[in-house]
């Protein structure tokens, strides 16, 4: 039984561009690698991540619910498949 994961640090602004990212501006956002940067992880808004993220998964990126105060994991708490 694995329990959710949960976000649980202060979130307010797009690493990348500054966008609001605060409760209830976005769907989701993602903590994750960007394919700049040397593969540095960004805390990114939807937009970014369709440009910059590479991905989602362990190790790749982790997307959470931007709609709640404690967002919960929506995707990538698993390894990729290919
Ligand atoms: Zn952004």
Not at 9 to 32: E, H, M, W
Not at 57 to 80: N, V
Request: glycine share 14%; hydrophobic share 35%.
């Amino acid at each position: 039984m694995a329990t959710k994961k949960r976000w649980l640090s202060d979130r307010s602004k797009c690493d990348l561009c500054n966008a609001d990212i605060s409760v209830g501006k976005v769907k989701y956002f993602v903590d994750g690698k960007v394919n700049t940067c040397g593969g540095a992880w960004a805390l990114m808004c939807p937009s970014c991540h369709d440009l910059y993220g590479v991905g989602l998964g362990l190790g790749i990126g982790q997307k959470y619910d931007g709609m709640s105060t404690i967002p919960y994991l929506l995707e990538g708490d698993e390894a990729l498949k290919r």
